[in-house]
Nanobody, 123 residues
Framework: QVQLVESGGGLVQAGGSLRLSCAAS????????MAWFRRAPGKEREFVAA????????IYADSVKGRFAISKDNPKNTVYLQMNSLKPEDTAVYYC????????????????WGQGTQVTVSS
């Protein structure tokens, strides 16, 4: 089985920063792409950022471009989301997700999911 475990969420004031981590374990995913999604209260899960293990430029939602950065550490099987200049509208549960092959921004394309970590941004 594949397990994804997020960490690093918490409460931060607007303008602050957080760094989320997602550690993968279990079965090897073939040519994996990994992504971050988020779900705000009462809303659908939405795409945040994605990165390919094999190379290529990461992709981002327009709402986080210039503020968030996704990165990976291959030997540690870990993906990160550095979040800067946080806004109250960034408040959500953040989920790590994984799939094989091509990066996409579609929530329905991803096979494996973590349990989520809460990020709350106060005004």
């Amino acid at each position: 089985q594949v397990q994804l475990v997020e960490s690093g969420g918490g409460l931060v004031q607007a303008g602050g920063s957080l760094r989320l981590s997602c550690a993968a374990s279990g079965r090897t995913i073939i040519n994996p792409a990994m992504a971050w999604f988020r779900r705000a209260p009462g809303k659908e899960r939405e795409f945040v950022a994605a990165i390919s293990w094999s190379g290529g430029s990461p992709i981002y939602a327009d709402s986080v471009k210039g503020r968030f950065a996704i990165s990976k550490d291959n030997p540690k099987n870990t993906v990160y989301l550095q979040m800067n200049s946080l806004k109250p509208e960034d408040t959500a549960v953040y989920y790590c997700a994984a799939k094989s092959w091509v990066m996409t921004s579609n929530v329905n394309d991803y096979f494996y999911w973590g349990q989520g970590t809460q990020v709350t941004v106060s005004s």
